[in-house]
């Protein structure tokens, strides 16, 4: 798996592979997060992925410490639900917002 975000624009890629281990564990990463200022280093962010089959909604994140700047978290992870995880394998590709319309998570099966 491999992750990057710009801003709040978060793109995950992730095999075949992964793509079935997910229906049994989270995937595991760093996401590299930028700001998109120049000069501004990048910011390394542990990140998980889960599939929450039964939530309700398409895509939950969490950071910890909860009411912090997405850049300066020390974990996140994104929960996403079994409708989500359809249209991901069904397509090879599939985004969702997040924070109200300030944040989107898009994933990607690699080689589609």
């Known amino acids: 798996m491999k992750s990057r975000a710009i801003c709040l624009e978060v793109f995950v890629e992730i ?3 992964e793509l079935e281990e997910l229906r049994d564990k989270p995937l595991n990463n760093v996401l590299r997060f ?3 200022v120049e000069g501004e280093e ?3 962010i542990p990140m998980e992925l889960w599939l929450a089959g039964n939530q ?3 895509l939950r994140v969490e950071q910890n410490p909860e ?3 997405f850049g300066n978290a020390e974990n996140v992870s994104f929960f996403i639900n079994q409708e ?3 249209l991901l394998k069904e397509n090879g590709s599939y985004g969702q917002r997040f924070y109200g319309a300030d944040g989107k998570l898009i994933v990607q ?3 589609r």
Request: hydrophobic share 10%; no cysteine.
């Open 15 to 17: 095999s075949e592979k």
């Open 34 to 36: 930028s700001t998109n």
């Open 42 to 44: 990048d910011y390394y």
């Open 56 to 58: 309700e909604e398409d």
């Open 67 to 69: 009411n912090t700047y």
């Open 84 to 86: 989500f995880y359809d």
């Open 109 to 111: 099966v690699k080689d």
